[in-house]
């Protein structure tokens, strides 16, 4: 039997034992994730007005003679809410449509007050020279990724933390070549400093392990994935998610065309990720093996007295 998401907590709490000053934040982050935006927002149909909207989207080409790729660059926010997760995907009825979602907890915890209506766009005051990271995707003569690190100006440790609670994407022409950019909005969080910071995503356990432990690891992987005694139910990792499709809307057959090009793994950390208490503090797009993927920038924030400040 799989264990509910409070009877998880309380054994994380239990045999885990996070200090007991990080108790309170680490219970504070034990609510419900949901992402935005969430899928009934999400057209499907095509009516007149949608299609003419959809014509207008910037478009993304792979290959000479591939099909094009639709991008929404509508702005998706958490609603100051902290951010926990981020994903790209494949909206639309047709697939064809790419588009960049957030995960975010249901409730503000306490520890992290968030200034509402004090977002900022981008990387206020962050210098970058993006076209040093423009990276081509298939073809060098069509669509680059930039994949410059997308950061608030305060993204280094002990500085004020400032947390990602907006994000969209932009496609924008240099050198004849159109060039698909990911922008985040970023909200200030009183009293609050970055204690820690590390970068997360597609490919990120395997470099962080060399290539021995990585074959060792799948191995044991491969050996603990077998299928439990008869009975006995397979256990997985709890979801403490409100989506109807927590893993994304049933895809219909056959595999999405854009599938190819577009790496759409859910970047996510919750419960289970010990502290249990990350949130996103930045991000930045990277090509991999021919596909558009995404990697998240999570931080833990910690009190910062206000009398430190001079």
Known sequence: MVPDPLTKSL??????????????QFLEFQVPRQWAPEFGEL??????????????????????????????TAKVDSGGRPVTGIRLFLEGKKNSRLGVHLQHLSATPRAVPIVVGEAVTTAAGYAVNERAYFEPVRSSLLTHACTAPVQHAGARIDDCAAVVTAAWLEVREACLKKVLFLRLGFSGVARTKIRRSEWDGPLATTRKSGSLSAMLSAALSGTAAA?????????????????????????????????????????????????GYWVVT?????????????????????????????
């Open 11 to 24: 054994s994380q709490v239990v045999f885990d034992k996070p200090p007991i000053e990080e108790l309170e």
């Open 43 to 72: 057209p499907l149909a095509l009516g007149p007005q949608r299609k003419k909207k959809k014509d207008s989207l910037p478009s993304l080409q792979f290959t000479l003679m591939g099909p094009k790729l639709r991008v929404n």
């Open 227 to 275: 299928v439990p005694p008869q009975g006995e139910p397979m256990e997985g990792k709890v979801e403490v998610n409100s989506a109807v499709f927590p893993k994304g809307p049933p895809v219909p057959l056959p595999v999405q065309k854009m599938a190819k090009y577009i790496d759409t793994t859910e970047v996510t950390r919750g419960p289970d990720d010990l502290p």
């Open 282 to 310: 930045g991000a930045k797009l990277c090509v991999e093996g021919g596909k558009v993927a995404l990697k998240a920038k999570y931080s833990l924030l910690i009190s910062a007295p206000e009398d430190d400040e001079v």
